[in-house]
């Protein structure tokens, strides 16, 4: 986040099959040293763990009860919220 409104980060990951799983990942880990001195923000929760699974090209994220829990519709909103930058 930035403010109140979406913020947008460009990572690199590491080459790995996983690519779905280790972008969770780093997006979970939320913004870095550098990210938050440009003032971008995470609503996530600090606990949590996900696992991605693919099939038939849909991917799945199951996220940790933590996901859910604090802050109030707009920490929600953040949460889920998708960039229309690509």
Partial sequence: MRG???GVAHRK???TQA?????????????????RAAGLTTTIP??????VTI????ARVDLSDE???GG?????????ARSSTR
């Fill in 72 to 80: 109030g519709s707009l920490s929600m909103q953040a949460r889920v």
């Fill in 46 to 51: 600090a606990a949590r763990r996900s696992r």
């Fill in 13 to 15: 990951v590491a080459a």
């Fill in 4 to 6: 109140e409104t979406l």
């Fill in 67 to 69: 996901f859910a829990s």
């Fill in 19 to 35: 690519v779905a799983t280790a972008a969770m990942t780093r997006l979970l880990d939320g913004p870095s040293a550098r990210e």
């Fill in 55 to 58: 099939e038939d090209g849909t």
